[in-house]
């Protein structure tokens, strides 16, 4: 019996080329180097954005902190309003106290430097701040200048000057003075304290 093999034989395989080692080798490395690069990259990547959540973190804890600052800084803002405020009124309470006393003080301190001096009676008297000017009549040049000097000596008045003295010509017969001095006038309250002594 002859038996007829219907189905086609295969031909043998011929032997493959065989890969170099050193090229696997080169191949297996530089896949394993690509490996291990996007690891790191990965953990780096990794570590960068959790540091950037931490920081955005930190960044709405602080707008937070401010705005709750915000608040507190209006409120200072307020208080110090209010303190400009009332240091204001102080000052205007202190200088209405001096100047309820002042005014009696003035004219206390005048009248004892014009009892003081012979010859000497005022006419009129102007007040501007602390400037007074005085205008009067003086029986004699003399009594004009120990009236300045009265003034000086009290020590409620500083810096006198006189601007003008001149004779009296509507009563030619009787020798009269007509004066005008400009004096400031130094409260008690803001003259300089003697210094003390130990």
């Given amino acids: 019996m002859i038996r ?5 034989q295969e031909p043998p395989k011929k032997p493959g080329r065989a890969v170099p080692a050193g090229l696997a080798v080169t191949v297996v490395l530089l896949i394993g180097s690509v490996v291990v690069a996007a690891g790191f990259l990965w953990v780096v990547l990794n570590d960068k ?3 950037i959540e ?3 973190a930190q960044v709405k804890n602080l707008k937070q902190e401010i705005a709750s600052l915000q608040g507190i ?8 309003a209010q303190k400009q405020v009332l240091d204001r009124q102080l000052q205007v309470l202190d200088q209405l106290r001096q100047n309820r006393t002042g005014g009696q003080e003035l004219l206390d301190s005048l009248a004892g430097t014009v009892v003081r001096t012979d010859g000497v009676w005022l006419t009129t008297m102007e007040k501007k701040g602390q400037t007074l000017t005085l205008e009067g ?3 004699s040049v003399n009594a004009v200048a120990n009236f300045i000097t009265e003034l000086k000596r009290s020590g409620s008045f500083g810096k006198v000057e006189i601007s003008e003295s001149r004779q009296d010509e509507r009563n030619p ?5 007509l004066f005008k001095l400009t ?3 130094v409260p008690t309250q803001s ?3 003697p210094p003390a002594t130990s």
């Fill in 4 to 8: 007829i093999n219907l189905l086609r």
């Fill in 191 to 193: 003259k300089p304290a």
């Fill in 183 to 185: 004096a400031e006038f």
């Fill in 54 to 56: 931490k920081a955005q």
């Fill in 137 to 139: 009549t003086a029986g």
């Fill in 173 to 177: 017969s009787v020798a009269t003075f």
């Fill in 49 to 51: 954005e959790a540091q």
């Fill in 73 to 80: 800084k209006a409120q200072v803002d307020s208080l110090n």
